[in-house]
């Protein structure tokens, strides 16, 4: 492993600059979210509860008891949401950005690990490519599925992010091929 910490290092950077291109220099990902119908009257609605931040359900089932009358009246009644509550302020994105990065460090040491015990030192470029870029993109795309599947996330937003984690597994893939031990 100690070897491959430049290929490591290099495919974060390389898929944090590409990131960074995908999310605020390309009109990508512009359209993800909705604005809500009469944001400042919801805005206004919800201000007196000082809702902490966190992720919610509405309706909640209290008890779990799915099938009662109550929760199904709810659920027929709507509105139905899965919401998340971040905190009031506009807050600086450096520590996100440092937790991107080190979600990135984490995918290549990863990748880095399945494929050194998946191919030899001095393995041809496409062994090396086609495992590090299962793993990669395996990583960086697998998790999107269920937030569609369970949270009912847009299927646009979930093949969009999908397409960034075959690119992102591509250029991790192209980063370890060219940097494997010889």
């Not at 491959?4 to 600059?17: E, N, Q």
């Not at 206004?44 to 929760?71: F, H, Q, R, W």
């Not at 009031?88 to 995918?107: D, E, H, I, K, R």
Request: with cysteine; proline share 8%.
């Amino acid at each position: 492993m100690t070897a491959l910490w430049l290929p490591i290092l290099l495919s974060a950077v390389f898929v944090f600059v590409l990131s960074g291109i995908f999310h605020m220099a390309l009109p990508w990902h512009k359209n993800d979210f909705k604005k809500l119908p009469d944001e400042e009257g919801i805005r206004t609605a919800l201000k007196p509860y000082s809702i902490p931040p966190g992720d919610y359900m509405v309706p909640m089932c209290d008890g779990g008891n799915y099938n009662s009358p109550e929760y199904k009246k709810k659920l027929e009644e709507g509105p139905v949401q899965v919401l998340t509550v971040l905190p009031n302020a506009c807050t600086s994105m450096g520590p996100t950005f440092v937790q991107w990065f080190v979600f990135l460090l984490v995918v290549s040491f990863f990748t880095a690990y399945v494929t050194l015990h998946a191919v030899p030192a001095n393995a041809h470029y496409l062994a090396v490519f086609r495992i590090a870029g299962a793993v990669a993109f395996l990583a960086y795309a697998g998790a999107q599925w269920p937030q569609s599947i369970w949270m009912r996330r847009s299927w646009c937003t979930t093949v969009k992010c999908t397409i960034d984690g075959l690119a992102y597994g591509l250029v991790t893939a192209g980063t370890f091929a060219w940097l494997w031990p010889r």
